[in-house]
């Protein structure tokens, strides 16, 4: 059996649009943006102002619909200025970034991203979340390859919303713990071991830039922090994905999913739950989730370290920070089980300790924050 991976490449700073023409000049002449509405308004600019005096013409900016849904991509692939562009810059967070890379795919068209907040590693990973046209999750959708290149530019990162940067560290907190985790006890052979091995790289710089980034974000300030943890939750985060996931393959046997586990399970049990889905961001939620993770596997003298961190910039410790009651907790283990992450829990996983687990988290979360 042969298969290939690809690896994302990027380019990061202040100016990096300049270097659009260069890294894009083999791909064709004309390039269709779609993004989200905010993003694209705060990218344009930029972007023109970097394909002045090119050969490369942006021939339209088009919305993404709002949501990466089926719906949404075949609207889209049926637009004129869509099919008509050699290339397609998707522009935005991870939805957007998501509806272009399934619509890029599905129509085999070169594609470059331009993540306008570092709140997720959609931009250069080949797996996308796709949703229900409702809003809830549907699945993953598993792309033949991320973009070809993703252009990170801190200064708008720096003037995007602190919270969803907020978010972000969250979400990203969670890569090092849940892919080691489900790693265990596994054979593990080339592709996936390089995964493992570069998640461990994942959690330190957060620790020791998060903080400092969140207080640059609320002042709009390009700087190291901002530029660490971009690359942290972008690049570190997506290389790690593509590494850990190999799906859909001929023979079931040589599938395997480690880029998340217990974490996420928590996230989409409480997506069914529109007081906590609604009021609460993916990378919030799944910060508890890390705790719980923790606790699953005992891992009680790191899940205190993590508990301090979360604290010291405003993350969950408890179930009711995310709108969450001990009651709601029986759904969210029994959502756990039906999804992909379930399958590669370490040992047996039963809903009954992942239930306890959770309300264990619960109950030293209360008693960290009353000491605090």
């Given at each position: 059996m042969s298969y290939n991976e690809f690896l994302p490449s990027y380019s990061i700073g202040d100016d990096c649009y300049k270097e659009i023409p260069y890294v894009t000049r083999r791909?064709?002449?004309?390039?269709?943006?779609?993004g989200g509405k905010t993003a694209m308004e705060k990218a344009k600019p930029e972007l023109l102002a970097a394909l002045k005096g090119s050969d490369l013409e942006i021939t339209?900016?088009?919305?993404?619909?709002?949501?990466?849904?089926?719906?949404?991509?075949?609207?889209?692939?049926?637009?004129?200025?869509?099919q008509n562009a050699d290339m397609v810059f998707g522009v935005g967070g991870g939805r957007a970034v998501d509806t272009v890379k399934t619509l890029c795919d599905r129509i085999d068209k070169p594609f470059f991203t331009f993540p306008t907040l570092a709140s997720n590693c959609a931009s250069c990973t080949a797996i996308s979340v796709i949703y229900n046209a409702d809003g809830t999750f549907k699945e993953y959708a598993y792309l033949k390859a991320p973009a070809l290149h993703t252009f990170i530019n801190t200064k708008?990162?720096?003037?995007?919303?602190?919270k969803l940067f907020w978010a972000g560290i969250g979400d990203a907190l969670s890569k090092e713990y849940e892919v080691v985790f489900a790693c265990r006890d596994k054979d593990m052979t080339h592709t996936p071991l390089l995964g493992r091995v570069l998640a461990e790289a994942c959690t330190k710089p957060l620790v020791s830039?998060?903080?400092?980034?969140?207080e640059d974000c609320r002042n709009n300030v390009s700087s190291k922090n901002i530029e660490q943890i971009a690359l942290d939750i972008i690049i570190t985060?997506?290389?790690?994905?593509?590494?850990?996931?190999?799906?859909?393959?001929?023979d079931p046997k040589d599938d395997y999913y480690y880029n998340s586990s217990l974490a996420h399970c928590v996230y989409y049990g409480a997506s069914l739950f529109p007081k906590c889905e609604h009021d609460h961001l993916h990378g919030e939620i799944v910060s508890f989730g890390v705790l719980c993770l923790l606790t699953y596997d005992e891992q009680y003298e790191e899940r205190q370290r993590i508990f301090e961190f979360n604290r010291s910039i405003g993350l969950p410790c408890t179930l009711d920070e995310i709108a969450l009651t001990e009651e709601d907790v029986p759904a969210i283990a029994h959502k756990a089980a039906s999804v992909v992450e379930w399958t590669y829990v370490p040992g047996e996983p039963t809903e009954e300790k992942f239930i306890k687990a959770i309300l264990d988290t619960d109950r030293a979360g209360k008693e960290f924050l009353a000491k605090a």
């Open positions: 791909y064709g002449k004309t390039a269709v943006v779609i339209d900016f088009i919305w993404y619909g709002g949501d990466s849904n089926y719906e949404n991509i075949e609207m889209l692939k049926a637009m004129p200025e869509v708008i990162i720096a003037e995007s919303p602190e830039y998060g903080k400092k980034a969140l985060t997506g290389l790690v994905s593509n590494f850990t996931v190999h799906q859909n393959n001929p």
